[in-house]
């Protein structure tokens, strides 16, 4: 299954976002709604703020579905690989993170490649398994 990614640019930055790693926290958008407004469509207007205030509201998404990069850096974005070690973070009451460069392999055996931070789900919920959709924190789940 192919990732959707979807950018945003006001000519001098870009929003990149990636509903497949969103996990619906609502950190990445609250507090600028003149950019970001999940009821609009399209739902970020990446020319309503600064770049700044932009780079600041981006930088909360916990799950890194959303992240940004200056259109100057186009090229070097693109070329870049995550070169860090792994991490596995318990999230209180959500996901499993995951971060850094892994392979998950399904049932059938076909692999998908994520990189930064992969969300996991733990409360066996989600309709994106084995992938985080926030649905933990509409059954209220604790652990």
């Known amino acids: ?9 006001n000519g001098e930055l870009s929003i990149v ?15 600028l709604p003149q950019v970001f407004n999940p009821n609009e469509k ?3 207007k990446a020319d309503a703020a600064s770049n700044e205030a932009i780079i600041q509201q981006v930088s909360q998404c916990p799950s890194k579905a959303l992240s940004y ?4 850096d186009l090229k070097a974005n693109e070329d870049e ?18 971060y850094g460069n892994i392979i998950i392999k399904d049932a059938a055996g076909a692999e998908t490649k994520k990189h930064k931070v992969t969300a996991l789900c733990r409360c066996g919920a989600s309709a994106n398994k084995p992938y985080c959709d926030g649905t933990h924190k509409k059954i209220d789940f604790k652990g």
């Open 69 to 72: 990069f200056m259109n100057n």
């Open 81 to 98: 690989v995550t070169l860090v070690e792994n991490i596995v973070e318990v999230s209180h009451n959500g996901p499993l993170l995951i």
């Open 42 to 44: 399209p739902w970020i």
């Open 17 to 31: 976002w990636q509903p497949d790693r969103c996990i619906h926290s609502k950190k990445c958008w609250k507090g």
């Open 1 to 9: 299954m192919e990732e959707i990614t979807k950018r945003y640019t």
